[in-house]
């Protein structure tokens, strides 16, 4: 999986969560320190609210809607009264005469257990619940209306449940004012908590998307930044696709990672804590009901964990698979249908889509059968609550509105775990997109300044020297075999020599695209390796024989973005490439719009903006690689004389197919299986009648 080339091979996918990457990825988050603690802030405040609304309902229920108390009395247990009153005189409100007191059915649950079933098996506590009003005015004149039916305390008056349905319906609205206006302002807090925490909710995703955004692409800089310096050895072993899945598809997957997963994982942890915290505290015995649950939903998580990276893994084998399949059929669409495969490959490539399909549906069903087994632990764990807890409610040891709450919460608690299977798969593609990331961010095929003190010369005249060069693009396979030859300022050399004879190697060596394995390359007597790299290659005029041009305008492709370079100075370039012909017959001349890759322009033209393009930076040093070889006669006619202008005060090196464009050169060097056999003038070469004149015969026949 780690290759030197950084390929990555998706059948060898890292584990589904490793410590070292994600620490490494966090590592981009430190500038963002500050929002990420604020984020922190917010997630508590958004988590806390939202574990108040349930507890909300329980106090509307239990206080307003149903506020019901239980009457205690200690008429033969006066020794047992007194140690009672002294554990729970807080809970504790006096009733109607001495001895008798009520608790209501809230407040019914933080009385222990022990003392609970002591106060029952004695009869002391009354299966009766009683509603109790404060003695106000209005209350007192209605327990005066039904003498019959009220007790009066000193603080409160008590009536039972079965008797409030003898009151008339004014009456009953009129003791109950104070519910209803308690009823209200939970209503109000409810309602006030719900636009608070929509503000708080935005804040949060906001800022979590700001981050992940930012770290994105501080993420794709460091990438396109590295992809910049590394050494074209890199990208000969590396498919563009590729890279460019890299800074798109991957970094997007760890986006959603973050996003999704690294964030609300700790909202998540502090709901899930705060939700057993409030177990425990609306009943103990409920929660421990619940608790036995949680191993088994781990166990249940982890099997499932293993089951899904095995699909995972297998899904995306298929998948690469796929798109290797389609990579190759729609590159060489061209051979498939000159020789009648189309039949073939759809069969072929049907096989691996229907492979991917079958491998989708196995990880379908893993995914699937998570979710309902959750669904049911979870159904599970209502049901033991509503028959635990029911039982409680019905003998008053639990009020209602603490079961309604603790059901509430138990949803809550289950609906992170229902999103695991969900997290899960984002997790494991980002896993996979982070290694793949760094494995390219590790890569070190770069070829850098020899040392910090780079040297650059003040003015450069153009002699070049090698002396006893050897290069190899792979291990001891060398393309140039102990290459020694010189040109100086201001001459003109051309290189030829059969395909594969180590031509472009050469070019390759002096821009130092490659580094070379021996010898030396010399520039003005100066090693090209202890020179500036940047300004090295800012002295050297490079046209290619395939011209790449980039989207944009003709302008931008002569400049390069270079503000230097004046409308006039720009326009008279073009002039002395004879570029300007083309240019002005366009719609909006230099402003002319130019796909990627120059396809709405032909060969020549694209030719000659790299002419226009090489002679705007005015090099010293200029290199035609074959850029005259796909060129139609009337338009290598029209460049010759800008040729013979441009190579005027510049060292030039040629390499040519074609002899006849380079008759004229000043030297000739011929390459043959990486070794100079001939150098010389056009005729003295010819004069020889060695290599040179067999492929002058070959040419000319």
Same mark, same amino acid.
């Given at each position: 999986?780690?290759?030197?080339?950084?390929?990555?091979?998706?059948?060898?996918?890292?584990?589904?969560?490793?410590?070292?990457?994600?620490?490494?990825?966090?590592?981009?988050?430190?500038?963002?320190?500050?929002?990420?603690?604020?984020?922190?802030?917010?997630?508590?405040?958004?988590?806390?609210?939202?574990?108040?609304?349930?507890?909300?309902?329980?106090?509307?229920?239990?206080?307003?809607?149903?506020?019901?108390?239980?009457?205690?009395?200690?008429?033969? =247990?006066?020794?047992?009264?007194?140690?009672? *009153?002294?554990?729970?005189?807080?809970?504790?409100?006096?009733? @109607?005469?001495?001895?008798?007191?009520?608790?209501?059915?809230?407040?019914?649950?933080?009385?222990?257990?022990?003392?609970?079933?002591? %106060?029952? *098996?004695?009869?002391?506590?009354?299966?009766? $619940?009683?509603?109790?009003? *404060?003695?106000?005015?209005?209350?007192?004149?209605?327990?005066?209306?039904?003498?019959?039916?009220?007790?009066?305390?000193?603080?409160?008056?008590?009536?039972?449940?079965? @008797?409030? *349905?003898?009151?008339?319906?004014?009456?009953?609205?009129?003791? $109950?004012?104070? @519910?209803? /206006?308690?009823?209200?302002?939970?209503?109000?807090?409810?309602?006030?908590?719900?636009?608070?925490?929509?503000?708080?909710?935005?804040?949060? %995703?906001?800022?979590?998307?700001?981050?992940?955004?930012?770290?994105?692409?501080?993420?794709?800089?460091?990438?396109?930044?590295?992809?910049?310096?590394?050494?074209?050895?890199?990208?000969?072993?590396?498919?563009?696709?590729?890279?460019?899945?890299?800074?798109?598809? @991957?970094?997007?997957?760890?986006?959603?990672?973050?996003?999704?997963?690294?964030?609300?994982?700790?909202?998540?942890?502090?709901?899930?804590?705060?939700?057993?915290?409030?177990?425990?505290?609306?009943?103990?015995?409920?929660?421990?009901?619940?608790?036995?649950?949680?191993?088994?939903?781990?166990?249940?998580?982890?099997?499932?964990? !293993?089951?899904?990276?095995?699909?995972?893994? +297998?899904?995306?084998?298929?998948?690469?698979?796929?798109?290797?399949?389609?990579?190759?059929?729609?590159?060489?669409?061209?051979? #498939?249908?000159?020789?009648?495969?189309?039949?073939?490959?759809?069969?072929?490539?049907?096989?691996?889509?229907? +492979?991917?399909?079958?491998?989708?549906?196995?990880?379908?069903?893993?995914?699937?059968?998570?979710?309902?087994?959750?669904?049911?632990?979870?159904?599970?764990?209502?049901?033991?609550?509503?028959?635990?807890?029911?039982? /409680?409610?019905?003998?008053?040891?639990?009020?209602?509105?603490?079961?309604?709450?603790?059901?509430?919460?138990?949803?809550?608690?289950?609906?992170?775990?229902?999103?695991?299977?969900?997290?899960?798969?984002?997790?494991?593609?980002?896993?996979?997109?982070?290694?793949?990331?760094?494995?390219?961010?590790?890569?070190?095929?770069?070829?850098?300044?020899?040392?910090?003190?780079?040297?650059?010369?003040?003015?450069?005249?153009?002699?070049?020297?090698?002396?006893?060069?050897?290069?190899?693009?792979?291990?001891?396979?060398?393309?140039?075999?102990?290459?020694?030859?010189?040109?100086?300022?201001?001459? /003109?050399?051309?290189?030829?020599?059969?395909?594969?004879?180590?031509?472009?190697?050469?070019?390759?060596? %002096?821009?130092?695209?490659?580094?070379?394995?021996?010898?030396?390359?010399?520039?003005?007597?100066?090693?090209?390796?202890?020179?500036?790299?940047?300004?090295?290659?800012?002295?050297?005029?490079?046209?290619?024989?395939?011209?790449?041009?980039?989207?944009?305008?003709?302008?931008?492709?002569?400049?390069?973005?270079?503000?230097?370079?004046?409308?006039?100075?720009?326009?008279?370039?073009?002039?002395?490439?004879?570029?300007?012909?083309?240019?002005?017959?366009?719609?909006?001349? !230099?402003?002319? #719009?130019? /796909? +990627?890759?120059?396809?709405?322009?032909?060969?020549?033209?694209?030719?000659?903006?790299?002419?226009?393009?090489?002679?705007?930076?005015?090099?010293?040093?200029?290199?035609?690689?074959?850029?005259?070889?796909?060129?139609?006669?009337?338009?290598?006619?029209?460049?010759?004389?800008?040729?013979?202008?441009?190579?005027?005060?510049?060292?030039?090196?040629?390499?040519?197919?074609?002899?006849?464009?380079?008759?004229?050169?000043?030297?000739?060097? #011929?390459?043959?299986?990486?070794?100079?056999?001939?150098?010389?003038?056009?005729?003295?070469?010819? =004069?020889?009648?060695?290599?040179? !004149?067999?492929?002058?015969?070959?040419?000319?026949?």
């Amino acid at each position: 999986m780690h290759g030197n080339s950084g390929h990555f091979t998706e059948e060898a996918l890292g584990k589904p969560y490793d410590v070292k990457l994600m620490r490494r990825f966090l590592t981009y988050s430190r500038p963002y320190r500050p929002l990420i603690a604020f984020i922190f802030i917010l997630i508590l405040f958004v988590t806390g609210f939202e574990l108040t609304l349930p507890y909300l309902t329980k106090i509307g229920i239990d206080r307003y809607i149903i506020p019901s108390a239980r009457r205690i009395e200690f008429k033969d =247990a006066a020794s047992y009264a007194e140690e009672f *009153k002294r554990s729970y005189a807080h809970l504790l409100v006096p009733g @109607d005469r001495e001895g008798t007191f009520f608790v209501r059915s809230e407040e019914i649950n933080r009385i222990h257990d022990t003392d609970l079933r002591v %106060i029952e *098996k004695m009869g002391l506590l009354s299966t009766t $619940r009683f509603y109790l009003s *404060k003695k106000t005015t209005i209350a007192s004149q209605i327990a005066a209306r039904y003498p019959r039916l009220f007790k009066e305390g000193e603080r409160y008056v008590f009536i039972s449940y079965d @008797d409030m *349905k003898k009151l008339k319906s004014q009456d009953l609205i009129s003791l $109950r004012l104070g @519910d209803m /206006k308690g009823i209200l302002t939970i209503f109000l807090i409810f309602l006030s908590i719900l636009i608070v925490n929509s503000f708080f909710n935005f804040g949060q %995703i906001y800022m979590v998307e700001l981050i992940g955004q930012r770290i994105m692409h501080d993420l794709r800089m460091k990438i396109f930044s590295h992809l910049q310096i590394l050494s074209l050895s890199f990208f000969d072993k590396n498919p563009v696709g590729r890279l460019v899945t890299r800074a798109t598809n @991957d970094v997007e997957n760890i986006h959603e990672m973050f996003t999704s997963i690294v964030i609300n994982l700790f909202r998540d942890a502090f709901l899930l804590l705060g939700i057993l915290i409030v177990f425990f505290k609306i009943n103990w015995s409920l929660a421990l009901l619940c608790l036995p649950l949680l191993p088994l939903i781990f166990v249940i998580t982890v099997f499932f964990s !293993y089951l899904a990276r095995d699909a995972f893994r +297998e899904v995306r084998i298929k998948v690469a698979k796929i798109n290797t399949s389609l990579q190759e059929n729609i590159s060489g669409m061209k051979v #498939v249908q000159i020789f009648r495969r189309e039949k073939e490959n759809y069969l072929r490539f049907k096989q691996i889509n229907h +492979e991917n399909y079958l491998a989708s549906m196995r990880q379908i069903v893993v995914f699937a059968l998570f979710v309902p087994i959750i669904e049911i632990i979870g159904t599970v764990a209502v049901a033991l609550v509503i028959w635990y807890g029911g039982g /409680k409610v019905i003998t008053g040891r639990l009020s209602l509105g603490a079961l309604v709450a603790f059901l509430t919460y138990l949803r809550m608690f289950f609906q992170p775990l229902r999103d695991v299977s969900e997290k899960y798969n984002i997790l494991q593609s980002a896993m996979a997109s982070l290694e793949r990331i760094f494995l390219l961010l590790d890569n070190q095929s770069i070829i850098g300044n020899r040392s910090s003190s780079a040297q650059r010369i003040e003015k450069v005249r153009g002699n070049i020297e090698f002396q006893n060069v050897s290069f190899a693009y792979n291990d001891e396979e060398w393309v140039l075999r102990d290459i020694s030859f010189s040109i100086k300022e201001g001459e /003109k050399v051309a290189i030829v020599g059969a395909t594969g004879a180590g031509k472009t190697s050469i070019i390759n060596l %002096i821009l130092r695209f490659y580094e070379i394995q021996k010898g030396k390359i010399l520039l003005d007597r100066v090693d090209i390796r202890d020179l500036d790299k940047s300004f090295l290659r800012s002295q050297i005029g490079l046209v290619m024989q395939d011209v790449f041009l980039f989207a944009g305008d003709i302008k931008g492709n002569i400049m390069l973005d270079n503000e230097q370079i004046s409308q006039e100075e720009l326009e008279r370039i073009a002039s002395y490439v004879n570029a300007n012909r083309f240019i002005e017959r366009l719609p909006h001349k !230099y402003d002319e #719009v130019v /796909k +990627e890759g120059g396809v709405t322009l032909s060969t020549g033209e694209r030719q000659l903006l790299a002419f226009a393009r090489a002679l705007a930076f005015n090099p010293k040093i200029l290199i035609l690689d074959e850029a005259t070889s796909n060129i139609d006669t009337e338009t290598e006619r029209l460049i010759q004389d800008a040729l013979v202008k441009l190579m005027k005060g510049r060292t030039s090196l040629v390499i040519a197919h074609r002899l006849s464009t380079i008759q004229n050169a000043d030297r000739i060097i #011929v390459i043959h299986h990486g070794n100079i056999r001939e150098e010389g003038t056009h005729s003295e070469l010819l =004069a020889k009648n060695g290599l040179y !004149y067999k492929l002058y015969q070959l040419q000319y026949q």
